[in-house]
């Protein structure tokens, strides 16, 4: 019996080794992925962190979630200069939406990825072991896009919910977040545009050109200021950047947007584009479904053609080539459709987010009537052909403000926002002079000034996140 | 019947030879071996046990009332002591048993017959084999009688119907397609509900099974509850398909020829019935005079020569030849046994210009290196290619000749192919058809598979009672897919589009096993404890590309690759897993099955990396006992009852980890270039692990009449846990939803299965079937708030307390008429739209509108679920002619027929059901049968119950009728046996679903339509979106040759 056991307790001793060394066998990497728990700990993880972080915030203008950009709507359609072409679709121009839409579920959806990819850079960084300085730069330039992102979402909707960590946790205690004050929202966008601008390098070089700058910073610093009415701060900022000689006016409107200008000298920040590897969509979003040309034509954000096409300055050259009219007579903006294109939503033109018209309207916002703030002006307008204004033209200073932004920033998406820094009567009143104008019977009111907050993150947080007065 | 029974017989498992079984010349490659503890004085007897065709090697002889048995050598040799008054009990794996007499003497020669099963044949179960008589599980087990003979490629074509608790829907009946293989109902909610599949012992898939030639396989077992399915851990919870082919066997090597040629068609009582050119153009004269004119009707009408009337789908079917021959040796010696087989399948599909061709080859040995030590390898290389059409509502050969208008002549005057843009006929339907015709002349579709599957084995008998077994094994499989679509198929313009998917597996199993029985007097244990793993790598390269400038290249390299469409993927898991089982059995009566598997496994979250699988069964063979000794008419009775746990283990490869995935983002001047990010796509999700099912059985098997009538009742009740749901999250997370273990559904049903030989003797007659039917399915949980999941359209509800997947529709009640709108009864779209002749629904919370079907008065009515599902074999015998018939049925089922709604839109101009056209309202005088609606009505996109298709149908699955050629006129052509026969596979039907084949159940929703699916693989049980293709009836006749 003796050899017996021992036969028999050799066999069970090399069965448990093999036990002992199949467990690891577990752990199995994905190969077609990276397994984020083996992630994030150099300098280059980082920076691909970065990048994907640039790639969310690229998708809260490009629509990721649907591919069906919601900020055209929630900024411009919403407005008055434009339009959604199919009939009974411009619900949202006509306020006619409820947080049940999709533009806001995507939109939100969008948005919070974009800002667990920039809060991912920002707990796991710290953690890395590498350059100070680098380690800083990046950390500057997704607190930038978060800022950025949280700057479109406090006007859109008011306050929200501040989320400034990974998720790492699905628990109810962590995953409800209510939504933050107005006031807290833009202090947490000033904190965080002020860290970027201390940490980021005024320029780049090469195959960098196109991350967020100091000056970037500064100057959407600028803006968020001037959106408060905190004046003062407003004009400090957005003259920094002026007197940082780093920005020029293009020679042309046109080569503003031109599909091979990429981040030219009067662009501060924008959505980067590339044709095949994250091409833009908006040539087709915003083209009728007779246009003619590559893939189909979604119809949003149309100009109103009477109400604003036809109110241009017939000598403004910012008129010229931003328009076509499909075989059906339909018009729809060219903007940035990129001719050369050859499939459908794979353009190569870049959207602006800030550029140096926008900084040098805002510094003659912000600074009031003054020979100055007409000198800052007259710089956009000698761009677009136009004579120069003064106090001797005639309205008031902000209209005439107002008046240029209208036609310099088309499809931009900031004529929502312009309307509303114009305060609440005045935004209202706006909106209903167009209407009536129209001969829409609309009627908005302050409640109308706010989108609704998307009734699905209402809903699976019991109540925690309210709604927006009105909705 | 108050003796003891002989004790328990172990396949692959070695256990106690005693002195009597070593004092013979034993082989034991397939590793039978025997027990006995008591011995008689007596005297011994021997013979030769064969079957029909061969001489049978490891039969087990016993000695009925004693534990004394032995095995038949390989020459089908057996010596055994026994009373010269006794009685000796001949079993042998699917094969039945048989009682011999001894009556004195001392040679007695054995022919065993596979016919009919009984309850003391022997039955593989994991990792092992039990007598049927000691089994305390719910097992099926289908012997070589049951695929023999059938004009399939594969052996599920051939089971479907043969076994209780099993339901097999060919959801594409082109040949060598993939059914879908459901145990007991589905039980899963968003998961993989596919049962495990093992194939002479190694763990794999249905695509390999599929692959086997099912002239190779000896039995199929169909592991239905917990205490058979639990020794396969996380993935036994859907049931288990084990496949176990031939071995070699017999002194002399044998050859057989098994030869078959015949050819498929379709059945036209399978055709849509759909409108005539004379009704068509009818019809449109009414729609027009319904809803004014359109451009549809108008061209319909003014294109239409006055005579022209083609039955498209008659067109498309083809008389496809059907070829199937095999050829195999298989013989012994004292230190090898062999099985080799070749064999080449070619069926014709019956949709002109597809086929599928099948290639195998096995090679089964085992050797003997001394005493106690045996090895074997087996290897089955398996090659298969089809040539195939697309599968769509309308792009499918059969879909487009539902749809295209009969007023089109299938060619033009100049000769060309008609279709909806031919010139002439432009504007005729809103919806471009191809003519089916061009697409099965233009379309290109190959798939191309590759499957070897390799398993080697030592057997060690340690010491005495203890046997060591180690196999590795490595399955590998290449699955190629090829399309091109030229430029000249329309609908035009058509850019010309190549696809070329290519994955590849390779699968890699080592299992190690220790197996001890023991036989204490009265009392047998048999022990068994293993350690096993088993790894997969999965690699799939797929490309895409377009614009191709001339379709005489139709390669990729012809056209522009898509990068958006094209790369590579590679995916990988293993598994780790601890089993044990103990089998107790009390002197034949008291049995009690004991199990339990532990599986760690790489795709459980690392909070639930293992998991515990244990089952415990109880079995009673009553009929051992005193009280019922006087009961002669009772052979054997048995009652038994288990309850286990297992798992279903199919929730991604990598759910349970944070993944980050390439992105793409630009910067730099000018046109910019690009960098590359990672992003995050998935959270890592810790705690996500397998779904469980807690299931219990009881059950009941009898044998009476001297064996004459059998009976199995099943009784289970399955409680799946820990379903697999994507919970919706606040998205300010970053994530919409995170996948987690919570929703809950109960199953339970009863299966019956019996056999009757009713006639016995010259005439011989034997009747049997199996009947499953379901008494609950009930959803218990969803979700952590039970909100119901909303799938197809809003069409398909799943809710807590209901089944799966319900059908959510308006209710219609019959027509609406004059009398109908003045008194008010409100109409579909309000007064005033809706008019005389539409339908009229149900208003179900009677607050006078009728809502949309997926608001207020939607109404939840059927589901697809078959509520019972049944299969009756009948074989008459006489001298040596045989018939045999199996049949084959279900009821209870609806699906929600969108071919059916797609075809009633003759606005669109397709063409129309005649279930639309016959008995229509079209006018108050002339109302019609009161459920047709009028032509045009309003509506016709709105789901309605009048769209809803009974699957229910009863069907001639096979007839075989066959004739053996006495063995004495063969004799002098050294031709040991033959038979020659003629099959029939599906020679008619009887159903009143419409078009195609109501044993299918579509999963893919109408291209391009916004389907809100649910996670995983996106199934939605209840509709048929596209017309399913008419299983073929297979005409075929035969001969099996053994030299």
């Keep these: 019996m003796k050899t017996i056991n021992r036969k028999t307790s050799s066999l069970l001793a090399i069965l448990l080794l093999t036990f002992i060394s199949c467990s690891k066998q577990l752990d199995i990497a994905p190969l077609s992925y990276v397994n984020s728990a083996d992630f994030y700990n150099s300098a280059s993880d980082i920076l691909q962190a970065v990048n994907a972080a640039y790639a969310g915030h690229r998708g809260v203008y490009v629509g990721k979630t649907s591919g069906l950009p919601p900020i055209f709507q929630l900024e411009d359609v919403r407005a008055d200069d434009y339009d959604n072409g199919n009939s009974g679709d411009d619900v949202m121009g006509l306020f006619q939406v409820d947080g049940s839409s999709q533009w806001y579920l995507w939109n939100w959806t969008d948005t919070y990825y974009a800002i667990n990819l920039c809060n991912t850079v920002i707990d796991r960084a710290p953690k890395v072991d590498m350059d100070d300085v680098l380690r800083n730069r990046y950390i500057a330039e997704v607190t930038f896009l978060r800022a950025q992102i949280y700057f479109l979402m406090v006007q859109d909707y008011g306050g929200v919910p501040l989320v400034l960590h990974e998720t790492t946790s699905f628990d109810a205690s962590v995953v409800n977040v209510a939504r933050s004050s107005v006031a807290d929202t833009y202090t947490q966008i000033i904190t965080d545009l002020q860290f970027a601008a201390a940490n980021l390098p005024e320029t780049y070089t090469g195959n960098d050109i196109g991350r967020v700058t100091k000056w970037a910073a ?214 209903n002079n167009y209407f009536s104008s129209q001969g829409i019977s609309k009627v908005i009111d302050a409640h109308d000034l706010l989108h609704p907050i998307p009734v699905s993150i209402i809903e699976v947080t019991n109540g925690l996140v309210a709604q927006n007065p009105g909705y | 019947m108050n003796h003891c029974l002989p004790k328990r017989k172990n396949l692959f498992l070695l256990g106690c030879p ?59 040799h057996f010596s055994i002591n026994a009373p010269s008054d006794g009685t000796l009990v001949f079993s042998f794996v699917g094969y039945g048993s048989q009682e011999f007499k001894i009556n004195n003497r001392s040679v007695i020669d054995v022919q065993l017959s596979s016919t009919t099963q009984q309850l003391s044949s022997v039955v593989v179960v994991g990792y092992g084999t039990q007598l049927k008589k000691d089994l305390t599980g719910s097992i099926v087990s289908l012997g070589p009688d049951k695929m023999e003979e059938r004009p399939v490629v594969n052996f599920l074509d051939a089971i479907n119907g043969q076994a209780s608790g099993l339901q097999i829907w060919q959801n594409n009946a082109a040949p060598g397609q993939a059914s879908t293989v459901v145990i007991r109902g589905i039980a899963s909610i968003s998961t993989g509900y596919a049962p495990l599949y093992v194939i002479d012992g190694f763990i794999t898939d249905q695509a390999n099974a ?309 036989i204490f007097g009265e009392h047998t244990i048999e022990l068994l404890g293993g350690f096993t793993y088993q790894h997969e790598d999965d690699d799939d390269a797929y490309l895409s590309a377009n614009s191709f400038p001339t379709n005489g290249v139709q390669t990729l390299n012809g056209g522009s690759v898509l990068p958006s469409s094209s790369g590579t993927l590679k995916s990988e898991w293993a598994i780790v897993s601890y089993l044990a089982r103990a089998n107790y059995n009390y002197k034949g009566k008291y049995l009690l099955t004991v199990t339990w598997r532990r599986d760690g496994s790489s795709r459980f979250g690392s909070n639930y990396k293992y998991g515990n699988f244990p089952s415990a069964a109880i079995g009673w063979n009553f009929s051992e006992e005193s009280f019922l000794s006087g009961a002669k008419w009772m052979n054997s009775g048995k009652i038994r009852a288990s309850y286990g746990k297992t798992g279903n283990n199919e929730i991604g490869d990598f759910a349970a980890i944070g993944l980050l995935a390439t992105t793409n983002q630009p910067f730099g001047l000018g046109s910019g270039s690009n960098n590359i990010g990672l992003t995050i796509t998935t959270p890592p999700n810790p705690n996500l692990t397998w779904e469980t099912a807690n299931q219990f059985d009881a059950g009941v098997d009898l044998t ?28 300010t997370t970053g994530y919409s939803s995170s996948l987690q273990n919570i929703g809950k559904m109960r199953s339970t049903g009863f299966e019956f299965s019996g056999n009757f030989q009713v006639l016995d003797g010259p005439f011989k007659w034997n009747v049997g079937g199996n009947l499953s039917l379901i008494a609950e399915q009930k959803v218990l949980a969803l979700g952590p708030d039970g909100s119901p999941l909303i799938g197809f359209y809003g069409t398909l509800v799943t809710m807590v307390g209901g089944h799966l997947e319900e059908g959510r529709y308006l209710h219609s009640i019959g027509i609406v008429s004059q009398a109908d709108i003045q008194s008010g009864y409100p109409l579909f779209g309000g007064p005033g739209v809706g008019k005389p002749g539409d339908y009229k629904y149900e208003d179900v919370n009677h607050d006078g509108i009728i809502d949309n079907f997926n608001q207020k008065d939607g109404k939840i009515l059927g589901d697809n679920i078959n509520r019972g599902v049944y299969g009756i074999t009948t074989s008459f015998g006489y001298k040596n002619f045989d018939l045999n018939v199996l049949m084959q049925g279900q009821w209870g089922a609806n699906v929600y027929d969108l071919a059916n709604q797609l075809g009633q839109l003759g606005t669109q101009g397709l063409n129309t059901l005649s279930k639309f056209y016959n008995g229509r309202y079209i006018s108050e005088s002339e109302p019609g049968n009161g459920q047709v609606p009028r032509a045009g009505f309003y509506g016709a996109g709105t789901p309605n119950t009048a769209f809803l298709n009974p699957t229910a149908f009863f069907r001639f699955r096979n007839v075989n009728f066959g ?72 005409f075929a006749i035969g001969a099996s040759v053994r030299f």
């Design chain 2, 210 to 518: 599929n692959a086997i030639n099912p002239t190779d396989i000896q039995s199929v077992e169909i592991l239905k509850d917990a205490s058979a399915t639990a020794i396969y851990g996380s993935r036994g919870g859907n049931g288990v398909i084990i496949i176990t082919t031939k071995s070699g066997k017999g002194a002399k090597p044998s050859v057989y020829l098994n030869l078959q040629a015949g050819f498929s068609d379709v059945n036209k009582q399978d055709f849509y019935p759909v409108l005539n050119g004379p009704e068509y153009v009818q019809y449109a004269k009414e729609i027009i005079a319904n809803t004014g004119p359109a451009t549809p009707q108008n061209v319909a009408i003014s294109s239409w020569d006055g005579k022209t009337s083609t039955d498209w789908q008659n067109q498309i079917y083809q008389k496809a030849p059907y070829q199937n021959y095999s050829v195999s040796l298989v013989g012994s010696s004292n230190t090898a046994n062999y099985s080799l087989s070749m064999g080449y399948i070619d069926q014709g599909g019956i949709i002109k210009s597809t086929d599928y061709k099948k290639y195998s080859m096995r090679a089964r040995v085992d050797f003997k290196l001394n005493d106690k030590l045996r090895i074997g390898l087996n290897v089955a290389p398996n090659y298969t290619q089809s040539k195939n059409m697309p599968d769509g509502d309308f792009i499918s050969p059969q879909g487009a000749a539902t749809f295209m208008p009969p007023t089109i002549p299938v060619k033009l005057p100049d000769g060309s192919y008609g279709n909806t843009q031919s010139p002439d006929y432009s504007g005729i339907s809103a919806i471009q058809l191809a003519n089916p015709l061009q697409i099965i002349d233009l379309y290109k579709g190959y798939t191309y598979s590759t499957f070897i599957l390799a398993n080697a084995y030592l057997e060690w008998d340690i010491i005495k009672d203890l046997r060591f077994r180690t196999s590795i094994g490595a399955n590998t499989s290449n699955i190629r897919n090829e399309t091109y679509t030229p430029s000249t198929l329309p609908p035009l313009p058509q850019n010309p589009t190549a696809t070329y998917d290519n994955s590849t597996l390779i699968n890699w199993l080592n299992e190690n096993t220790l197996n001890y029985t023991k």
């Design chain 2, 704 to 731: 009476m009449f001297s064996n004459r009538v059998n009976f199995t009742f099943d009784y289970y009740n399955r409680l799946t846990d820990g379903l697999l749901l994507s919970v919706n999250v606040p998205m």
């Design chain 2, 18 to 76: 005693n002195k009597d079984f070593k004092a013979q010349k034993m082989i034991l490659l397939l590793a039978l071996f025997f027990s006995s503890s008591i011995l008689f004085a007596q005297k011994t007897v021997s013979g030769n046990v064969s079957s029909k065709d061969s001489t049978l090697q490891g039969v087990t002889v016993a000695v009925k009332g004693s534990t004394v048995s032995t095995l038949t050598d390989a020459n089908g």
């Design chain 2, 963 to 1034: 004739y053996n050629i006495p063995a004495g006129s063969l004799a002098k052509m050294q031709i040991k046996s033959l038979r020659v026969f003629i099959s029939i596979d599906n020679l008619a039907r009887i159903t009143k679903f419409m078009g195609g084949n109501p044993g299918a159940t579509r999963f893919d929703g109408p291209s391009g339509g916004a389907e809100v699916r649910l996670t995983g693989n996106g199934r939605s049980l209840g509709n048929n979106s596209a017309p399913s293709l008419p299983l073929p009836r297979t």
């Design chain 1, 218 to 431: 500064i100057g959407l610093l600028g803006k968020v200021y001037l959106q408060e009415g905190d004046l003062g701060n407003a004009q400090t900022s957005l003259r920094a950047v002026v007197n940082s000689g780093l920005y020029k006016l293009m020679p042309t409107y046109q080569e503003v947007f031109a599909p091979t200008n990429h981040n030219n000298a009067e662009s501060l920040f924008e959505i980067q584009q590339l044709a095949n590897f994250a091409g833009s969509p908006y040539g087709n979003i915003m083209a009728t479904p007779n246009w003619g040309g590559a893939g189909a034509g979604y119809n949003y954000d149309l100009p109103q053609v009477a109400y604003y096409l036809n109110s241009f300055d017939p000598a403004d050259e910012r008129k010229v080539g931003l328009t076509a009219t499909d075989p059906l007579g339909n018009v729809y903006s060219v903007k940035y459709l990129d001719p050369a294109m050859t499939t459908g939503f794979n353009g190569n033109t870049d959207f602006p987010v800030l550029r140096y018209a926008d900084i040098l309207l805002m510094l003659a916002e912000s600074i009031g009537e003054s020979d100055e703030a007409y000198g800052y002006i007259n710089q956009v307008r000698a761009r677009a052909g136009l004579p120069d204004i003064s106090s001797a033209t005639p309205g008031a200073f902000i209209d005439k403000v107002m008046n240029e932004r209208r036609y310099e920033f088309s499809f931009e998406c900031n004529r929502w926002h312009d309307i509303l820094r114009m305060g609440t009567d005045k935004a209202i009143q706006t909106m």
